[in-house]
């Protein structure tokens, strides 16, 4: 009778967890408890290929997982005005890099005068602000760590190990710009809580500068378009990422239709307005991995 008790309580206990991994990795994904009768363990296991990806080492590093841009990347990928404004920042002010992988843009940013980086096109200022670089995967170079013990912790910061969303404010602090090439934006299962949770982090009169590719465009949109992330209203009707993003109340967003890019890609601009900032609430309808994953967002309503 003991050993059918204790196989017993061991069966309770051991479904006790399985429970408890389920409804963490459902939160994970942006889903409350009651979303347990939905088809999630595909999403499940995508999210699984994609934490491979973040992981990922020498070798095994997908060729299009590209972890060293340089500060002139940022400048041919962001929107008008980011080179501008990051060289009008003085040393008071601060930067947030998410997705900085190596945060060679960052050293570019705070290279010796006498050493301008290679293909340098943003003018780099006397006055340097503080800047922090943030990478779910650690990827920080024997340079970044020169670059680092020579500056001090209070100049340039590394964070690592966690996801944007599992930062708090008052960990972080507040910021002037916040960039974003091919990181949390283009990667989030949790689209509404990424841009949430960045408006958030910027002072009023800051800006966010990022981009996404394979998305319908303000402008309009080519025949036969391969799209990587896929916006729906709340009746299922294809809804354009920047018409989403500029019902978001205390923000002024502008976009730039790159039709002409391998994939069509909108270069946005959001800069906060007012403190009182909300954002629409998009589900995850579809997730698969890859560099970026392919996405799709319902509005819920």
Partial sequence: MRSVESSVKGWKSAATRLAVLIVIVLQALGLGACSLQEPAQPWIEEIAKQEKIYRSRGADVPSGYVTGRALWHYAELLPTGFCDALGRLGSSDRWLDIGAGEGRAILDYYAPKGDPPSGEKCARSVSKARAVAMSIEDRRTDKWREQAANLGDDRIRYLTGKSLRHYSVEELGKFQIITDVFGGFTYTADLSRFVDKVLSLLEVGGV??????????????????????????AAGRPEKVCSWLKKCTCAKVTCESKSDWKRPTELINIRKVCSDTSVPRMKLVEFKAGYPPDRRFQLDQ
Avoid: R, S
């Fill in 208 to 233: 966010f500068y990022t981009l996404v590719p394979g998305v319908h465009l303000e402008g309009g949109d080519k025949l036969g378009t391969w799209y990587l992330t896929e916006l729906e209203d």
